[in-house]
């Protein structure tokens, strides 16, 4: 969400953000798979400051029936920013933005996901931005590919989503609020990093050819470390699991 221009400086002299990043810092990344109890599956993400839960349902019958297709399985999505999770309080149910970016958020995970194997059925994915601070998109494509993992419904790969844009004439990796909003631009963009496809790949404000080139750069690798993070987050899950299976012999 670019809304406009700001006295405030936000990338200073020596090339140091507001939150004391440099260009190409990403902030930090946790991933933990299968942290809620009634759900398929889940995951919980943070990027920085934003906080968001994923859950996922499935494959289940396709209800409504009419949305179902008999040659694969459809995703339905559904981001939501609960009321407390912004600064004003975010007015709840959805609104044209949450309805984007459900969408491209299921669009992204069409990708990956082997729907060919379930025809009828339905996958269901839950997105709940529990804080926001700028990249809750990417933030809960993450969490929701790690969810759909912990599911154990076939994938070919997972999906990291990471955002680059521009601010103060500057390319930064993984805009915070004031970037994005204040900044010239944002781009965030997801990726299958075994083939390094991109599945999601948005634009809001301008760049030039040469800083979009650097800024795709840049958020792909953020999206290769967020990647191994996501893999170990698995990783951990299947151990306790496995555990837990032989405590229960
Ligand atoms: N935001 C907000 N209220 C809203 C929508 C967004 O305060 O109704 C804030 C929130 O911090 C969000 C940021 O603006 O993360 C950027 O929103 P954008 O639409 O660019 O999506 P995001 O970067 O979260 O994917």
């Known amino acids: 969400m670019m809304s406009g221009h700001t006295d405030m400086v936000l990338v200073d002299k020596k090339g140091i953000r507001i939150d004391g990043r440099t260009a190409d810092q990403h902030r930090q990344f946790k991933v933990e798979a299968g942290v809620l109890n009634n759900a398929d599956g889940s995951a919980y993400v943070e990027i920085g400051k934003n906080k968001v839960l994923a859950a996922v349902y499935g494959p289940r019958e396709c209800h409504p029936r009419h949305l179902q297709n008999p040659n694969k399985a459809i995703i339905q999505c559904k981001y939501n920013m609960q009321a407390f999770s912004v600064s004003d309080r975010k007015r709840p149910g959805p609104d044209r933005r949450s309805i984007e970016i459900s969408k491209i958020t299921a669009e992204a995970l069409e990708n990956v996901v082997l729907t060919e194997l379930y025809p009828r059925a339905s996958i269901d994915v839950y997105i709940e931005i529990l804080q926001a601070n700028a990249g809750t998109r990417c933030a809960g494509l993450t969490a929701a590919s790690v969810a759909l993992a912990d599911a154990g419904i076939p994938m070919r790969d997972i999906v ?6 521009k601010a103060d004439g500057k390319v930064l990796l993984d805009l915070n609020k004031e970037e ?8 965030p963009i997801a990726i299958v990093p075994s083939t390094d496809e991109i599945v999601l790949l948005q ?8 800083e979009f080139d650097k800024a795709i750069s840049m958020a792909v690798g953020a999206c290769h470390e967020l990647y191994d993070i996501q893999k170990d987050a698995l990783k951990r899950r299947y151990s306790t699991k496995k555990e837990e299976v ?4």
């Open 160 to 165: 990291p989503a990471c955002a680059a844009g």
């Open 180 to 187: 994005d909003n204040y900044g010239e631009a944002d781009v």
């Open 203 to 210: 634009m809001d404000g301008n760049m030039t050819r040469k």
């Open 246 to 249: 032989e405590e229960d012999e």
